[in-house]
């Protein structure tokens, strides 16, 4: 152990003369640990946030989607589905069918999204739909067409596993007293939930063929969803997939279509880890105050050693490393709190939400490694900037005047 070490030690452990030198040091490593564990917590839930609602995202819709202009819909989309499966990177393709339409429950009515889809391309990369709340998928073979609904919007309908519902759509048809809305009943066989509050309130499924049928579209689809191995290569890739696409069509990926939540989510992140850095650069500051303080407490000492040979250099490493202990510690006992809240907010969902304005239960906290070494990092650096000044002041200690009239 080199004596600056050791000298540094004692003097934060031992107790002194000065109280009040005392207190700063805890008010400062205090500060620290506050700072520390605000910036973990802070940062888990913005990043917590925009992964859950990005996952819920990416579980009820695809990762590239391609629509049709024409408005007539896309004619030979078996074949699109083959060549764009064929592109590396591509794990899954398939159609769908949708269309606003107004269900008629048991007791209620309301407006939604009516969806055709191939239940068993779906099934394959949609956990939702693997794991139903209630009841089973529908049966595209069925005599009665069969439906399954979104969790609220069958509350909001007040339907259940069994019930016959009816569907109104907007494709009209010509009959002798003139354009009426096509009408179809359909039974319920499943209740979905998704955890995304906008598409579970407002979504029912049926089979592609019953969709087909509904609104008139024949043998064609509205878009075909693709689904990507690395959701953060979806430009590149889209680029790839333009190269096959029809005339008529164009693609879009999950970053355009949820740009602006995406974009505001990472500028608060920035944001709130600016502000709150402030807290760490006060505790900063009461460092510094921390060790001029010292340094002219320890005058005599100074004088000292310099005295007995010690050098500036040696001088300065002392009041370093005591800045540096204040900081490791300081930081060492904010992140253990920073994770230990994380994981008792998570663990018992301690913070509950309203769904439908936050499109989540409760609020999740989660901490990314490289998030995590930032804070660290940030809180130490500052941490021991605060500590040269003082440290270049004790070096500069005259020893003749320091002991002159001891």
């Given amino acids: 152990m080199s004596y600056e070490w050791f000298v540094a030690k004692r003097y934060l452990t031992a107790r002194r003369k000065q109280a009040f030198i005392s207190v700063i040091t805890s008010i400062?490593?205090?500060?620290?640990?506050?700072?520390?564990m605000a910036l973990i917590i802070a940062i888990a839930l913005i990043t917590g946030f925009q992964n859950d609602?990005?996952?819920?995202?990416?579980?009820?819709?695809?990762?590239i989607m391609i629509s049709?202009?024409?408005g007539e819909g896309i004619s030979d989309f078996s074949g699109l589905i083959s060549s764009i499966k064929n592109i590396e990177g591509v794990i899954g393709a398939a159609p769908v069918v949708y269309d606003t339409v107004l269900f008629q429950g048991p007791?209620?009515?309301a407006g939604g999204i009516l969806r055709g889809i191939d239940f068993e391309l779906e099934w394959e990369t949609s956990p939702w739909l693997q794991d139903l709340e209630f009841g089973r998928i529908p049966e595209s073979e069925a005599k009665r067409g069969e439906i399954l609904l979104g969790q609220d919007m069958a509350f909001n309908i007040g339907a259940s596993i069994g019930d016959v519902i009816t569907v109104l759509s907007l494709s009209s048809r010509l009959t002798p007293l003139g354009i009426s809305p096509k009408i179809k009943r359909l039974k319920v066989?499943?209740?979905?939930s998704t955890g995304l509050y906008e598409f579970d309130s407002s979504t029912a499924m049926i089979s592609l063929k019953n969709a087909q049928e509904i609104f008139n579209l024949g043998e064609s689809v509205n878009l075909v969803q693709v689904r990507i191995e690395d959701i953060f290569l979806a430009s590149e890739l889209k680029e790839r997939i333009k190269e096959v696409l029809p005339a008529e069509t164009y693609a879009t990926t999950w970053m355009e279509m949820n740009k602006p939540l995406f974009s505001a989510l990472k500028l608060e992140k920035k944001l709130m880890f600016l502000t709150i850095t402030l807290i760490v650069l006060v505790a900063a500051l009461n460092i510094i105050a921390t060790l001029i303080l010292m340094v002219m407490e320890k005058t005599r000492d100074i004088g000292i050693l310099k005295a007995m040979g010690a050098t500036s250099r040696g001088i300065r490493?002392?009041?370093f490393f005591q800045g540096a202990m204040i900081g490791i510690l300081g930081t060492g006992i904010g992140t253990v709190l920073g994770l230990a809240w994380c994981w008792l907010a998570n663990t018992f969902e301690l913070i509950k939400v309203p769904a439908d304005i936050y499109q989540i239960a409760f609020v999740p906290f989660r901490i990314g490694i490289l998030d995590l070494l930032v804070i660290i990092m940030v809180a130490l650096f500052i941490s021991?900037?605060?500590?040269?000044?003082?440290?270049?002041?004790?070096?500069r200690v005259d020893p003749v005047k320091a002991l002159k009239y001891e």
Avoid: E
């Fill in 68 to 70: 049709d202009m024409s």
């Fill in 53 to 63: 609602v990005q996952d819920k995202i990416l579980g009820s819709t695809s990762h």
């Fill in 317 to 319: 490493k002392i009041f």
């Fill in 107 to 109: 007791y209620k009515s």
């Fill in 384 to 395: 021991f900037l605060s500590t040269l000044f003082p440290a270049h002041r004790a070096s």
């Fill in 189 to 192: 066989t499943g209740i979905f």
């Fill in 28 to 36: 400062s490593t205090l500060g620290i640990t506050i700072g520390v």
